[in-house]
């Protein structure tokens, strides 16, 4: 048998082992996956990386992403939706850089125009699962947007110091795919990740559904911008209790839900630990009358706090669910698990400071004793209705404040976060931590 002869039947040997139920890179970086994961692999910026349907970096492997990577994703819905998804013992260190941040984004992106700033819906997103604690029955779930029979979206465990790895620098862009049923992924979901995972920098740009959806688990994170997403902009549940630092939220005009979205628990409601995040330094800023939805909501038995935070341009203030007989997110104001202090509100509920902070409920409960407790907080909280002077137009945001933000803070605590001078996101005067690295600070969109 010749040389000639036997290099054909090589190839062909070669080709018929390459089946679809592992992970394939091909000579255009097509990347698909029905089953062996990634691999422990590092992708490099000289490729153009292409997900094809949901690519699983499996328990026990660790996924690279050099900084400058341009990881795009097949357009489909149900079945044929893309998305990247890390598994519970997984690992992903994505560390872009300023200058070179990581960016995921659709087929088609040339990264110069050819896909509007605010198209949604056109892939999945990322997913990241891990072995935190949850207040589910059995400490354990299956993530939404993954389809039941894929056992590798089951997420949560005893472990809250878990790391599922870095992501930093990382731009997210036109996600949100339905996958039936009205069940859309998120931008970046984070489900029972632990405190020893490290997320910072990170956008979320134009999702379908959430930009950010944390549940359960003890995840840190810094200088998140979640920008014209469908629903919500950030959205807690299951028990979730990390810290968070410089969060910035934008909702579309005539588009989107809450600026954040805190449940407790689902199954059972009033299970435990509580849902109760820690926030300083948020600048959410919704879209005025264009919207009737509330700022955020308090439900499920969650609590959570605010403090040094800027909320800005949205018809209706901060809600709290009261339920006679129940544990409820009322409960837990008045047990000291929500607190909303020292930040300010302008352009909400016509600045009446009676109606920004209002208790709502499913019933027909008499709730004007709980009303008034509630009304009184917004004083007794320190919190203030002001003009930051953050510049609002039609067509774009100064979001650095002008106005007085420097004044009446709260204390930081001694553990994690950053001591600053300033209410908000951004400094009034100091450096822009969105420049050069995301997408809405090359938009046109700020300035």
């Known amino acids: 048998m010749n040389k000639i002869l036997l290099s054909i039947i ?14 394939i890179i091909d000579e255009n970086t097509l990347l698909y996956d029905n089953g062996s994961g990634t691999g422990t692999i590092t992708w490099t910026k000289d490729k153009n990386y292409i997900l094809d349907g949901f690519v699983f970096v499996n328990p026990g492997q660790t996924l690279t992403i050099e900084p400058g990577t341009v990881i795009r994703a097949k357009t489909g819905q149900g079945e044929n939706a893309s998305a990247l998804i890390i598994a519970r013992g997984g690992k992903i260190i994505a560390r872009g850089t300023k200058d070179e941040p990581i960016i995921f984004t659709v087929e088609d992106d040339d990264l110069k125009g050819s896909v509007p700033l605010e198209a949604r819906g056109l892939w999945g997103g990322i997913i990241i699962l891990g072995n935190a604690e949850l207040n589910t029955e059995y400490n354990e779930a299956r993530i939404e947007g993954i389809p039941i029979s894929e ?15 870095i992501l930093k620098y990382v731009s997210i862009r036109h996600g ?5 049923d009205g069940n859309e992924i998120n931008g970046l979901t984070l489900g029972g990740v632990g405190s020893g995972t490290t997320i910072e920098y990170v956008e979320v740009i134009s999702n379908e559904d959430d930009g950010f959806e944390f549940f359960g688990g003890t995840v840190n994170c810094r200088f998140l911008v979640s920008a014209f997403c469908g629903d919500d902009a950030f959205d807690f549940d299951q028990g979730y209790r990390g810290k968070g630092q410089f969060y910035l939220a934008l909702q579309a005009p005539s588009l989107g839900d809450h600026l954040a979205e805190h449940d407790g628990g689902t199954n059972p409601v009033w299970g435990v630990p509580l849902s109760i995040p820690k926030i300083y330094n948020a600048t959410y800023i919704g ?21 040094n935070s800027i909320f800005l341009n949205q018809t209706q203030g901060v809600f709290v669910e009261y339920v006679t007989g129940f544990n409820d997110s009322y409960y837990q104001f008045i047990s000291g ?8 509100f302008y352009d909400i509920e016509n600045n009446n400071q009676e109606t920004i902070f209002s208790i709502f409920t499913k019933t027909s409960d008499d709730i004007t004793e709980e009303q008034a407790v509630l009304q009184n907080y917004f004083l ?29 803070l709260a204390p930081y605590p001694n553990e ?4 600053v001078n300033y209410k908000g996101a951004f400094a009034p005067e100091g450096d822009d931590w969105l420049s050069g690295w995301s997408l809405l600070s090359q938009s046109g969109k700020i300035r």
């Open 151 to 165: 056992s590798r979206g089951i997420y949560g465990g005893n472990k809250n110091d878990d790391n599922s790895g």
């Open 287 to 307: 879209n005025g009358s264009l919207s009737t939805a509330e700022l955020m909501t308090f439900s499920d038995n969650s609590g959570g706090e605010y403090y």
């Open 416 to 419: 994690w976060f950053n001591s």
């Open 10 to 23: 090589a190839i062909f040997i070669l080709m018929s082992s390459c089946r679809k139920s592992d992970i």
């Open 380 to 408: 007794e909280g320190e919190n203030q209705i002001i003009d930051p002077l953050i510049e609002i137009t039609e067509t774009d945001y100064d979001l650095i404040p002008k106005g007085n933000v420097t004044t009446n």
């Open 337 to 344: 698990n929500l607190k909303i202090e020292n930040n300010i």
């Open 176 to 180: 949100g795919t339905n996958i039936g």
